[in-house]
């Protein structure tokens, strides 16, 4: 069950869509922390997946409703190749390593998120893809002024500014292409185990500005069947 906090909404609860199908998936970085909860969860709802990695000997699942794919998003043709037969992209990219994060030594990276994004979007109209939902970040875009105060500072000072600046790129794209997207704008990710109340704002600062990378993967599964989440950028958060 998920709280909805808007003031274009009522309070009130919304309840997820329990039909899956048997879609299929391609999951992009699902060897990341949250990425592998977001696979972990979608293989328990019944859904196909396809992931796509760099590196498949990370990768230590196995199931029969899994096919890996060893290839990078930064490559078009990795894309396209991952893509057929799916319904739905799920794109839980990171545009550093977790080491890089926070230090003050300026990185020269390439923009990942961007090229991933721009590769994804021109393979989704290629195939006649639709559904796509992505992880960005209170903070970018639109969503800024609902940012604390010391996570500003974190971007200013920081490595943040790299992920703020992948984040934006990738937004920006998605918000101009003829997609269903969802962005997802977590608060500062956790890796708690125990689910508190899922919270989604859109216009207030979510206190206290954090949620779990479990709640965020069931989220993400949860609302692929949400029209409403459709063409939406959920600030998330737990209380």
């Known amino acids: 069950m998920i709280l909805v906090i808007d003031e ?5 609860i919304t309840s997820i869509n329990s039909k899956y199908y048997m879609k299929k998936i391609l999951l992009l970085g699902a060897t990341g922390r949250t990425g592998e909860l977001i696979l972990n969860y979608a ?3 019944g859904y196909v997946v396809t992931a796509l990695v760099r590196n498949p000997s990370k ?7 899994l ?15 991952a893509m057929v037969g799916c319904d739905i992209v ?5 545009p550093v390593d977790k080491g890089a994060v926070f230090t003050f030594k300026k990185l020269l990276v390439p923009n990942i998120l961007e090229i991933a994004m721009q590769n994804i979007i021109q393979s989704m109209d290629k195939l006649g893809k639709k559904r796509i ?3 960005s970040s209170i903070g970018a875009g639109g969503s800024y002024q609902y940012t604390p105060w010391y996570v ?9 500014k790299v992920i703020f600046e992948g984040h934006n790129r990738q937004e920006a794209l998605l918000m101009n292409a003829d997609l269903d997207w969802t962005i997802t704008r977590p608060a500062g990710l956790t890796d708690d185990t125990h689910l508190k109340q899922l919270v989604v704002s859109y216009n207030k600062m979510p206190s206290p500005f ?16 949400d029209k409403a989440s459709i063409k939406t950028t959920p600030m998330l958060s737990e209380r």
Do not use: M, W
């Not at 990078?72 to 043709?77: G, H, I, V, W």
């Not at 500003?152 to 943040?160: A, C, V």
């Not at 954090?210 to 069947?225: E, G």
């Open 152 to 160: 500003k500072l974190l971007i200013k000072y920081t490595n943040f």
């Open 43 to 45: 293989l328990e709802k």
């Open 67 to 81: 096919t890996i794919v060893e290839g990078s998003p930064t490559n078009l043709e990795d894309i396209e190749k």
């Open 210 to 225: 954090k949620i779990s990378r479990k709640q965020l993967a069931r989220y993400i599964v949860d609302c692929i069947d």
């Open 90 to 94: 799920i794109s839980a990219l990171s």
């Open 133 to 135: 939902i992505t992880i």
């Open 59 to 65: 990768l230590t699942l196995t199931s029969v409703q």
């Open 8 to 12: 274009q909404h009522q309070y009130g």
